[in-house]
């Protein structure tokens, strides 16, 4: 009971007891209410989360959805191993949406698909659970602030690092002074992402409804090089690793320097390793600089494996009195000789590698936050502002490699200051009638 009391406890302000499963932890902190949940988007980050979710007490996956039948029957044969229930499926998350049965939506659907679907989930009256980015362009970030105001329901984004007990750690640490003014900060994502050849023009698989899966994007032929996750790399309905990975790490660093929208933003980068149909950037520069004289540096490399600081992401925090690296749910204190004065090991298992499920424990303390959310008014971990700041930058990021030259800024609120050329991304161009609504 002991154990009980405390592990409720550090939960509450998202921590969690080295040891504990994450269904130890519902079945600790569960209340007593069900939450039954429709999770759209079930191919691959969808299906582990979709297992996640079966995992926690008072939580039912009820439906599964999405445009390939294949993914379904997966995800459903996997829920069905962690729960009881057998859900129910539907390829168009419209229908889904409209069982009144479903308290929840868990979208993790290409980008393309987030606001849009998080609009229709909220306007059902769904509480959301959406994963990152929070959108497709800058707009539909400001669309969802808006509709989560008007309809009164729990957003949770997926920035899951928010309920990461080392790193909420890690951030009091730097905001509490520990050493000393940050000035600047440097984060970074490194991989060794394969080329994803030239696609060719062929029939849509049996499988797939093409049309659902394009949805709000403007139609245009099916190539067997999209789908699935190759999509990540167009800008019709991606936003490359910039925002795919590079939103969590620039997420953090705003948050341990409580900082709000940049002045400036300059970015360099393209396609160096692989001649494919791959449009975002593979290697990307970014310097964000904000109006109290805190600048950061982000480097996104795609196809470049070498680590900094022995990890293939981070976060560095560099203050007058020394600097602090902060990893995926670890961290190390430094001195101004750049000696090692302190190191807490993560509490979780994290592989960032993971393109489908890098943490499952951290996952479950941020669903439980988001429960919390729910069922009693708790302040979510994540809520939509913190999300859209994070996507925003990195989407200025692309807004600036697109046109070729510095973003300068409102920094009240992040909007592009005198350039309409790269005012025509703030927004995009949909399929007529798929227009995302308030």
């Not at 988007?41 to 999405?66: K, M, P, Q, Y």
């Not at 320097?257 to 950037?281: A, C, H, I």
């Amino acid at each position: 009971m002991k154990k009980a009391g405390a592990t409720s406890a550090l939960l509450s302000v998202g921590g969690v007891l080295p040891g504990f499963s994450a269904t130890s932890y519902s079945r600790i902190v569960g209340a007593n209410e069900r939450i039954n949940v429709v999770s759209i988007g079930v191919n691959s980050r969808g299906d582990a989360l979709a297992s996640s979710f079966a995992r926690l007490e008072n939580c039912e996956i009820a439906a599964v959805c999405d445009p390939d039948k294949r993914a379904i029957e997966k995800c459903i044969a996997n829920v069905k191993k962690l729960q009881t229930r057998t859900p129910t499926s539907e390829k168009d998350l419209r229908k889904a949406l409209d069982d009144k049965q479903i308290d929840a939506a868990v979208i993790a659907t290409p980008d393309h698909w987030h606001v849009p679907a998080a609009l229709l989930a909220l306007q059902a009256g769904k509480h959301v659970y959406l994963e990152k980015p929070v959108s497709h362009n800058p707009r539909e970030g400001e669309m969802l602030i808006e509709a989560t105001a008007k309809y009164g329901k729990v957003v949770q984004i997926g920035t899951q690092r928010r309920s990461f007990p080392r790193v909420i750690e890690a951030v009091q640490r730097v905001q509490n002074g520990d050493i000393g003014h940050v000035h600047f900060g440097k984060v970074w994502i490194t991989g060794n992402r394969p080329g994803i050849g030239t696609g060719q023009v062929v029939a849509v698989p049996d499988w797939l409804d093409w049309n659902l899966w394009q949805g709000p994007a403007p139609r245009t032929v099916y190539k067997d090089n999209i789908v699935h996750y190759n999509w990540h790399w167009f800008w019709r309905w991606g936003t490359g690793e910039t925002l795919n990975n590079g939103t969590h790490m620039i997420d953090l660093f705003c948050w341990g320097m409580n900082l709000k929208f940049p002045t400036k933003v300059s970015s360099t980068g393209n396609r160096y390793y692989y001649q494919d149909d791959w449009e975002t950037p593979d290697t990307q520069i970014t310097n964000f600089e904000f109006g109290n004289n805190v600048s950061v540096l982000c480097e996104i490399y795609c196809v470049n494996p070498k680590r900094i600081e022995n990890s293939t992401v981070g976060v560095l925090f560099f203050g007058d009195k020394g600097s602090l690296f902060l990893g995926s749910d670890d961290y190390k204190i430094f001195d101004m000789s750049g000696k090692e004065t302190e190191a807490a090991a993560s509490t979780l298992q994290v592989d960032s590698q993971n393109r489908t499920n890098p943490s499952q424990g951290g996952d479950a303390i941020h669903i439980l936050n988001f429960f919390d959310g729910i069922r009693k008014g708790t302040p979510v971990n994540a809520p939509p502002e913190t999300g859209h700041k994070a996507t925003l930058l990195m989407q200025l990021a692309n807004i600036s490699v697109r046109t070729g030259r510095s973003i300068n800024l409102n920094p009240a609120n992040g909007h592009i200051v005198s350039d309409s050329e790269a005012q025509r991304f703030w927004g995009r161009d949909y399929e007529p009638g798929w227009e995302p609504k308030i």
